[in-house]
């Protein structure tokens, strides 16, 4: 039975816990700095004095937290899944006043199987064809809702990873999404909604996080790529052998029996943000496509 209820606030109160759980761990591990002993007197042959550790000197990253890898971080997708999944040649849009500012970069299949490409049932493949008949207005995207999985992990922009010793949470920059991975209390969703329900586990070094409970509105990407709400997505999030922490091969195996004749996986790397300051910033884009949504419903001035 389908019970309780998550919204943004358990989200904020969970990355504060998170967070906390994260500093302590890291005090354990020997992540604080520790304070500068005192220099020596100045003289001939006296050494020379130990550089200052004040506020602002870097904490080193633990290789892990509880025993597991360490994912925390802000990770970003480099490819052009979000136009397309499949292979697709660079084209034009209806939006010829920009250029090429708008145009669609070529870019190869991030899917692994099927020869590279989704295996639709018939009814399902008809439903691509209107959604592209439908774009950009069609595309969730263009609307300001939350992206669905596994999109929200290559869309143009940066996420966050906030992993402690229990529950693990991810922070999207588009629309402010966010998700609970529950890594001990796996229960069913509460309700459909637009990024699931995750439920995680470790296997071996590698987190794998059963997603279900999506409603049936998100696209895959921009060329109408769909699923009903009988989807199931399953993650995969493992730290790239040699790339220091910085790199995580990412697969997502996507199921859906009324809309697919076959399970297919997509694959591809996700990046760590190194810049010395880098955070996840706000992209509350409702503002924005108001006028998309609403701009028919104003009230018509006489001329």
């Known amino acids: 039975m389908r019970k309780g209820f998550t919204g943004a606030f358990v989200a904020m109160a969970m990355a504060a816990a998170i ?6 761990q890291q005090g354990r591990q020997g992540g604080a700095a520790a304070p500068a002993p ?11 004095p130990a550089p200052a550790q004040g506020r602002g000197a870097a904490t080193p990253r633990p290789d892990r937290i509880a025993g597991r890898p360490n994912l925390n971080g802000i990770y970003q997708a480099i490819n052009t899944a979000n136009w397309n999944l499949e292979d697709h040649s660079a084209s034009s849009t209806a939006f010829w006043q920009l250029g090429a500012i708008f145009a669609i970069p070529a870019g190869q299949s991030v899917i692994t199987d099927n020869n590279g490409t989704i295996p639709y049932t018939p009814a399902g493949l008809k439903k691509r064809t209107e959604n ?7 595309d969730p995207e263009a609307k300001c809702y939350m992206p669905g999985l596994p999109r929200a992990n290559y869309m143009p922009y940066p996420f966050q990873i906030v992993q402690g010793n229990k529950d693990i949470l991810f922070v999207y920059e588009y629309a402010s999404s966010n998700r609970i991975v529950h890594m001990s209390n796996h229960t069913e969703a509460p309700v459909d909604s637009w990024m699931g329900w995750s439920n995680g586990k470790w296997d ?6 059963e997603a279900k409970g999506f409603n049936d509105l998100s696209w895959f990407d921009r060329a109408g790529n769909h699923h ?5 997505v399953t993650e995969r999030y493992s730290i790239m052998p040699g790339s220091g922490g910085n790199i995580l091969n990412y697969t997502a195996r996507i199921e859906d029996p009324k809309t697919f004749t ?5 694959a591809m790397p996700l990046y760590r943000r190194v810049e010395p300051n ?3 910033l706000e992209y509350k884009c409702v503002e924005f496509s108001e006028e998309l949504l609403y701009g028919d419903l104003k009230k018509k001035t006489s001329e």
């Open 19 to 24: 967070t906390l759980t994260l500093t302590a």
């Open 228 to 232: 009903s709400d009988a989807l199931t």
């Open 262 to 266: 076959r399970p297919w996986t997509i």
């Open 132 to 138: 592209q008949a439908s774009w950009p207005k069609g």
């Open 38 to 48: 005192a220099a020596p007197a100045q003289g001939r042959g006296a050494a020379a």
């Open 204 to 209: 071996g070094d590698t987190l794998v996080i």
């Open 278 to 280: 880098v955070q996840l």
